[in-house]
């Protein structure tokens, strides 16, 4: 405590002690919530009996083995990963755009993703180059970069972003991938159709150590690379002009972030359906707490992404157990006020 | 030592500057003055290499062309017109962002604040400041990207857009000050002015601009002319001197109290 108010005392107006210290509570947080996620659940298996039974040594049930083993880590991890992934995508984005209304859901990205997840379920069968579990997850990271690619050609003029063309090409993104989507359904045999519901149904209960094993990649390595961007974006918040004289290959710095939002939102949509909100509420409290430097704030937004949803993911198979609500129902709950308080505190500012 | 040659700058197919030569010296202070719209920031762009352009640049010695971001941001920084900011960042924190992080030292960010009249403001949000406390935020952030005027041998320069455009007189003459300071201790400085009175007193050359085209490029006092300044701003200018041979303008108000 005594090195931190030093450091402070040295430098007034740095935020990045306080923006580690909560990196440590979020870390915290995450631990907690995983272990919550863990322990909670339809089923009767008790996390700490579980425990117990192996502290003195004696074998655990088969039962206790699949419920925690095969059904409650895989789907605690994959709810990290999706966590992660959309918080992530959402200060990437919100950076890329320099605005804090940006969400992936919002601005027709996830839309692009589920588009190709489509078109991968449905068309899917003609097309053996790729192995079968892939093939969903890179249609959809391939929707994911085509709409944000289209989204920033659109929104973006000499550098400048205009949010109200931003937010319009957005609904209009949106609808265009929804009604392809729905023509793709329309076009579709039971069985794909079959597939297509579950999938979309937007949960994370389809998780297992298989989906982890093509998820983890996927999400992993956009969300190792982000930090890299940190220092470009910062620099973009005054500009692509300016980003460029204080020395950031702004082309390069925009080409890796639409690649990095697009593989993490395209995986998390792949695996999980569309889940909104994430990506907005997370980097929004963040900012609030310890500032936007994006060296703190990447790493933070993936921390607080995952606890949360992990979080989410358990209310939504508590609540009204032995039955499931569709997680994106709770973050859309949670997140749908969020939105309309951040534009209303943002009127004044954007100029819609 | 900057020189621009044969630059033709197009938007679309309007032709903005028509081939023109600039040249800036280290250790001066260089100003480029014009009525609005003649093409100043369009040239203070191109030197910094922000637009595509027919021609030649050179910094230094080196071609512009295709050298690295980062390169450039080494020797010099840039102060553009209109400054948008994203995201709440504190007033020490937009002046970190033109450092790297081994640069990154308390002390250049609290020493650059000082200089501008902003010490002691670094906790504060930047946006919450007034347009010339913004203005003079950005003017710090630039100091500290090239804070040693000279490295290697090598001088750094300032490439400022109207950096006194929002400040009153006593911030126009401290950031004066802090402009023939960094020139004195041999680094380049290249400003666009629109205050001739204040361009007279700080610069050591002038390039005159109108319509795309350098009209003039000299010392003060050979281009604050009645002829030169009263053809490029199309009106009246009466261009006086002090004893001590500086030139000043008293702008002539048709029908004002001074008749
Ligand atoms: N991106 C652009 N696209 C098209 N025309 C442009 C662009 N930027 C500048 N121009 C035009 O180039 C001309 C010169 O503009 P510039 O900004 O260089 O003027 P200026 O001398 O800096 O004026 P001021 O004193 O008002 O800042 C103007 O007529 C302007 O309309
Ligand atoms: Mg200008």
Redesign the pocket.
């Known amino acids: 405590m005594v090195a931190v108010s030093q450091t402070w005392a040295r430098a007034p107006g740095d935020r990045s002690a306080a923006a580690r210290r909560l990196t440590a509570v979020l870390a915290l947080m995450l631990a907690l919530a995983a272990l919550a996620g863990l322990a909670a659940g339809a089923s009767g298996t008790s996390l700490w009996s579980a425990l117990a039974d192996l502290a003195a040594g004696r074998e655990l049930s088969l039962r206790d083995r699949v419920v925690l083993w095969d059904i409650r880590l895989p789907r605690v991890m994959m709810g990290c990963l999706v966590g992660a992934a959309l918080a992530v995508s959402g200060a990437v984005l919100q950076g890329l755009f320099r605005n804090p209304l940006v969400d992936p859901g919002i601005v027709g990205v996830s839309a692009g993703a589920s588009l190709g997840a489509v078109v991968a379920i449905v068309l899917g069968g003609s097309v053996a180059v790729i192995p079968a579990q892939w093939l969903v997850p890179v249609a959809a990271f391939a929707g994911a970069w085509a709409a944000t690619l289209t989204l920033y050609r659109i929104a973006t003029r000499?550098g400048r972003t205009s949010v109200a063309t931003m937010l319009l090409a957005g609904i209009a993104l949106t609808a265009l991938a929804m009604a392809l989507t729905g023509l793709l359904v329309y076009m579709a045999d039971d069985a794909q159709l079959r597939d297509f519901t579950f999938w979309n149904m937007g949960s994370l209960s389809g998780a297992s150590w298989s989906k982890l094993a093509v998820a983890a990649p996927l999400i992993g390595l956009p969300l190792l690379a982000a930090p890299a961007l940190a220092r470009g974006l910062n620099g973009l918040a005054l500009g692509e002009a300016a980003a460029g004289h204080i020395g950031i290959e702004v082309q390069r710095l925009k080409a890796a972030a639409v690649l990095i939002v697009a593989a993490a939102t395209g995986a998390a949509v792949a695996v999980s359906g569309g889940i909104g909100f994430v990506g907005i509420v997370v980097p929004h409290l963040l900012r609030l707490v310890s500032g936007p430097d994006h060296r703190y704030l990447l790493p933070n937004a993936a921390l607080l992404g995952a606890a949360l949803l992990v979080l989410a993911d358990l209310a939504s198979r508590t609540v009204i157990a032995p039955a499931e609500l569709p997680i994106g129902i709770i973050t859309a709950v949670i997140g749908g006020p969020f939105f309309l308080y951040v534009l209303l505190r943002q009127r004044g500012l954007v100029d819609l | 030592m900057l020189i621009a040659r044969d630059i033709v700058?197009k938007?679309?197919r309007?032709t903005?500057?028509h081939g023109l030569l600039f040249r800036a010296e280290a250790g001066q202070v260089t100003a480029?003055i014009?009525?609005?719209?003649?093409?100043?920031?369009?040239?203070?762009?191109t030197l910094s290499g922000d637009?595509p352009f027919e021609g030649r640049i050179t910094l230094n010695g080196r071609d512009i062309r295709g050298a690295r971001p980062a390169e450039m941001a080494r020797q010099r920084a840039v102060l553009p017109?209109a400054m948008p900011m994203a995201f709440p960042f504190t007033v020490a924190e937009v002046v970190r962002l033109g450092l790297h992080e081994a640069m990154a030292l308390p002390h250049v960010v609290a020493q650059a604040l000082g200089r501008v009249g902003l010490a002691g403001r670094e906790a504060a949000l930047f946006q919450e400041l007034s347009g010339g406390e913004q203005q003079r935020v950005h003017l710090a952030r630039v100091l500290a990207q090239v804070w040693a005027p000279v490295t290697g041998g090598a001088p750094r320069w300032l490439l400022l857009?109207?950096p006194v455009s929002s400040l009153d007189i006593g911030h126009q003459l401290q950031v004066m000050a802090i402009v023939r300071a960094f020139a004195g201790q041999g680094g380049g400085v290249v400003m666009?002015m629109?205050d001739l009175n204040l361009t007279a007193m700080s610069a050591d050359s002038v390039a005159l601009?109108q319509a795309?085209r350098i009209v003039a490029q000299d010392r003060p006092g050979a281009v604050f002319t009645d002829a030169l300044l009263g053809a490029a701003y199309g009106c009246a200018v009466a261009v006086n001197r002090t004893p001590r041979d500086c030139a000043y303008v008293l702008p002539q108000v048709a029908g004002g109290p001074g008749g």
Request: hydrophobic share 35%; proline share 4%.
């Open positions: 000499a | 700058v938007h679309r309007r903005i500057l480029i014009g009525p609005s719209g003649a093409g100043k920031s369009t040239l203070l762009g637009q017109q857009d109207e666009v629109h601009m795309g």
